[in-house]
């Protein structure tokens, strides 16, 4: 039962393009949600999140939209840079239980 | 602000052997998670302690796995014995208050 779903294993823009990154979840009490980016060898780090009262979040170049009518919600990345090359996860919690529920991750690739 | 430490980085055991990791949160975190990530998948919840107390262990196989919170503070994560499906990262990870967990670099343990 996979309650967070990211369908693209990988993705490939160019420099200076925009990166979108997809995720859709299944539980409707789900009431935050994060983006964790992921370098080989190294654990996840935090990237940036959202409240379910929410329907965007804005820090630098990157932003989190959240559609909760059709449980989905995107990370995008403008511009990108090849620095952001890593593996994304998106995650989903409820009730404040800090419990975090992951995607399967989706691997980025920014060709300079 | 120092991170999460976990340690061994890294370790290989024959099927049936034991392990251990080990894990130190960010200093005065009182939530501490232990996580399993099978490659090409996300982080999975196994146990989450808040201080030394046990708040969810319900994908924590317990017939072979185990895990302690000494004095709310470090903690240890034993698999006795190993099979080789355990063949993971483990990731340690700890927050304050709200749902952003922090997390260390991971323990990969080969089970061959």
């Known amino acids: 039962d996979q309650q967070v779903k990211q369908n693209s294993p990988s993705l490939s823009v160019q420099e200076g393009r925009i990166s979108i990154l997809n995720c859709d979840y299944t539980n409707s009490m789900f009431d935050y949600f994060l983006w964790y980016k992921k370098y080989p060898a190294e654990g996840p780090t935090f990237l940036i999140s959202?409240?379910?009262?929410?329907d965007k979040n804005e820090d630098g170049r990157f932003t989190v939209f959240l559609n909760k009518s059709a449980k989905h919600l995107s990370l995008h990345i403008v511009p990108s840079q090849p620095g952001d090359s890593a593996v994304y996860f998106c995650a989903a919690s409820s009730g404040n239980t800090g419990k975090l529920i992951f995607g399967q991750g989706t691997t980025l690739q920014v060709k300079p | 602000e120092a991170g999460v430490a976990q340690s061994p980085r890294y370790k290989i055991i024959e099927k049936r052997q034991s392990v251990a990791f080990w894990c130190n949160p960010i200093?005065?975190?009182?939530?501490l998670y232990w996580y399993q990530q099978i490659l090409g998948q996300g982080p999975k919840l196994l146990i989450q302690?808040?201080?030394?107390?046990?708040?969810?262990d319900s994908q924590l196989p317990k017939d072979r796995f185990s895990a302690e919170r000494l004095k709310g503070v470090d903690s240890t994560l034993k698999i006795q014995p190993a099979k080789l499906e355990d063949s993971a990262v483990y990731l340690c990870a700890s927050s304050s208050l709200g749902y952003q967990a922090f997390f260390g670099q991971g323990t990969r343990l080969t089970v061959v």
């Open positions: 200093s005065g975190h009182a939530t």
């Open positions: 302690f808040q201080n030394n107390g046990v708040v969810d």
């Open positions: 959202i409240s379910s009262i929410k």
